[in-house]
């Protein structure tokens, strides 16, 4: 796999080349894509965490897209000290709480203390993207142990059937179901963990045969995963993990298009209410960057502009498009801007650009894809 080396522009000079890297003709000028990588950094508190927003939350998923918006946008120091929060807020388990305090001094109280799988896994996405972006094998290897601990722990709630279950409680409690969604990003982070225990000589085959597993689940047993096709990660996630590809990923893309995507506004969250979103939108302009759907991919990512604020180069979350039966009119909604919607958008434009870390992250060629199964009713083992 081809990798850059590591940087060695200032900042300021890394910043410059990758804003207009990443300027898409019709969608963005690298003088706006800088002033939103400049709003992203603004946020980063001094001990490396991205909160959703000042005074917010913020949540390890989030931060580490955060965290690769940085790397894509060439902000290398950025994102290796969001990596570093990462691995000191870890807890004992392996796994991190599903959301932090955002607060002066940067408190890192967890307000959230459920352990979800999805959240603690994303970490060898994020840890492998910032090595294909830098070439920085002393990262790699001193991020071994949280990528280890990490990935054991989301395993150790894997079923007989190979899907993951996608939580556990403070009492030790696992979850009775697992995410179609959460699953997919653990397909894609299983990748990658095995992708990081190769390049560092780690023999892991335990890990090679549960991505397997996972990866003949999320494929051809849609029947474990709870039903939630309403919601439009369902319908484009396994694209975006990297477990469908060909046909079989166009036709999942065409099947759900009608029921989610809405003309010059951008994706639905949920596929029954009025209310497109930013983060959606744009990983959907990730997963048709992924099938080689380019065109439909840059008109999202035009399409979700109304979301923008110029003054600062923000997202608002979504705007709800007309009134629902909830009791919202048309209006921005929620009242909030969000590092990760901004990082979203980023990450897809960075694709589009042929940004080789995003590229190979997103893309998954050249990741490892675990052992074949074989599989009966209710269990899959190595073939």
Not at 187 to 196: D, F, T
Request: aromatic share 8%.
């Amino acid at each position: 796999m081809t990798v850059r080396s590591a940087r060695s522009a200032s900042p300021v000079e890394g910043l410059a080349a990758a804003t207009e890297l990443l300027a898409c003709e019709g969608v963005l000028s690298a003088a706006q894509i800088r002033t939103t990588v400049e709003a992203i950094a603004a946020l980063q508190r001094p001990d490396g965490a991205i909160p959703w927003f000042h005074g917010g939350h913020l949540d390890p998923w989030d931060h580490i897209e955060a965290a690769m918006a940085l790397d894509a946008a060439g902000l290398a120091d950025r994102a290796l000290a969001a990596y570093r929060w990462l691995a000191a807020s870890q807890n004992p388990d392996g796994s991190w709480y599903a959301a932090y305090a955002d607060a002066p001094g940067g408190v890192t109280e967890p307000t959230n203390r459920l352990r979800e799988t999805n959240f603690s896994a994303y970490i060898a996405v994020g840890v492998w993207h910032h090595w294909l972006a830098t070439g920085d094998e002393d990262f790699l290897a001193q991020m071994w142990q949280p990528v280890q601990r990490a990935t054991d722990f989301v395993l150790s709630l894997q079923t007989a059937g190979g899907e993951i279950l996608w939580c556990r409680d403070e009492q030790g409690r696992e979850a009775d179901e697992a995410l179609l969604t959460g699953c997919s990003s653990m397909y894609q982070a299983l990748r990658c963990a095995l992708a990081v225990a190769e390049r560092l000589g780690r023999d892991r085959p335990d890990w090679e045969l549960a991505c397997g597993r996972l990866g003949h689940a999320l494929t051809a047993h849609p029947e474990r995963f709870a039903d939630k096709g309403t919601y439009s990660m369902d319908w484009y996630y396994p694209v975006l993990g990297t477990a469908l590809r060909g046909a079989a990923a166009e036709q999942r893309i065409a099947e759900g298009w009608d029921d989610f995507v809405v003309r010059d506004l951008g994706v639905r969250c949920v596929s029954t209410n009025p209310w497109v979103t930013g983060g959606e939108t744009c990983e959907l302009a990730l997963a048709l960057w992924a099938i080689g759907d380019t065109e439909r991919a840059r008109m999202l990512l035009r399409d979700i502009q109304h979301l923008r604020d110029d003054a600062d180069g923000m997202y608002w979350t979504g705007r709800v498009f007309e009134a629902d039966g909830a009791g919202h009119e048309p209006a921005l909604w929620p009242v909030e801007k969000t590092t990760w919607t901004a990082g979203a958008l980023l990450l897809a434009l960075a694709v589009l650009a042929e940004e080789k870390a995003t590229v190979a992250v997103f893309g998954g060629d050249g990741l490892p894809e675990g052992l074949p199964v074989a599989c009966s009713v209710a269990e899959c083992v190595a073939a």
